[in-house]
């Protein structure tokens, strides 16, 4: 099994930057792509972006230009950098990993991101 586990979140002004950080543990051979989402206070939740075992990365239009992810095998760790911040932004953000083979999905427990003045 896997375990992931988010950090950085927080209270940030808009058009302030923020970076979040998520760190598997357990069987790490067998995730594949990972991303991340978020839930806003009475919405669905949205996929932010994608990045594959590989690097190809994407990312949603909604935040396209703003955010970009990236993958540090060496620490097993998938972070989100966010820049930009706009109050449309909060949410809590989950972290997700695809398993390689078996075709289902680990989560995270989220870290609430808050964009105000």
């Known amino acids: 099994q896997v375990q992931l586990v988010e950090s950085g979140g927080g209270l940030v002004q808009p058009g302030g930057s923020l970076r979040l950080s998520c760190a598997a543990s357990?069987?790490?051979?067998?995730?594949?792509?990972m991303g991340w989402y978020r839930q806003a206070p009475g919405k669905q939740r949205e996929l932010v972006a994608t990045?594959?075992?590989?690097?190809?990365?994407n990312t949603a239009d909604s935040v396209k230009g703003r955010f970009t992810i990236s993958r540090e095998d060496a620490k097993n760790t998938v972070y989100l950098h966010m820049n930009g911040l706009k109050p449309e932004d909060t949410a809590v953000y989950y972290c997700?990993?695809?398993?390689?083979?078996?075709?289902?999905?680990?989560w995270g427990q989220g870290t609430q991101v808050t964009v105000s003045s």
């Open positions: 357990g069987s790490i051979v067998s995730i594949g792509t």
């Open positions: 997700n990993a695809r398993h390689a083979w078996m075709g289902f999905d680990y």
């Open positions: 990045i594959t075992a590989g690097g190809s990365a």
